[in-house]
Nanobody
Framework: QVQLVESGGGLVQAGGSLRLSCIAS????????KGWFRQAPGKEREIVAT????????YYTDSVKGRFTISRDNAAKAVYLQMDSLKPEDTAVYYC?????????????????WGQGTQVTVSS
């Protein structure tokens, strides 16, 4: 079993930046794709970005393209989400998750291990 712990959330003004980190502990890390999801109050959990096991292929939901960057450091068992030009609509709890395979995938059902989440609040 792998445990994922997110950090880096907080309160930021619109236009600002945050960098989320997700550190894993437990079994092997580097053969599974990883993803960042978010859930705003009253809304469903949605994919933000995902990265394959090697870090060569990424996917971003349309609303964050050009503003967010996902990356990973397999030696450190870490996944990151650099968020720039933040907007109030980015406000949500952000979750790190591990996929069931090595290629990128966008559906929450294809992820089996989840972190506890970190709150991101963007003020206008």
């Amino acid at each position: 079993q792998v445990q994922l712990v997110e950090s880096g959330g907080g309160l930021v003004q619109a236009g600002g930046s945050l960098r989320l980190s997700c550190i894993a502990s437990g079994r092997v890390f580097d053969i599974y794709a990883k993803g960042w999801f978010r859930q705003a109050p009253g809304k469903e959990r949605e994919i933000v970005a995902t990265i394959d096991y090697e870090g060569r292929t990424t996917y971003y939901t349309d609303s964050v393209k050009g503003r967010f960057t996902i990356s990973r450091d397999n030696a450190a068992k870490a996944v990151y989400l650099q968020m720039d030009s933040l907007k109030p609509e980015d406000t949500a709890v952000y979750y790190c998750a591990e996929a069931t395979g090595g290629s990128i995938r966008t559906a929450a059902r294809d992820y089996r291990n989840w972190g506890q989440g970190t709150q991101v609040t963007v003020s206008s």
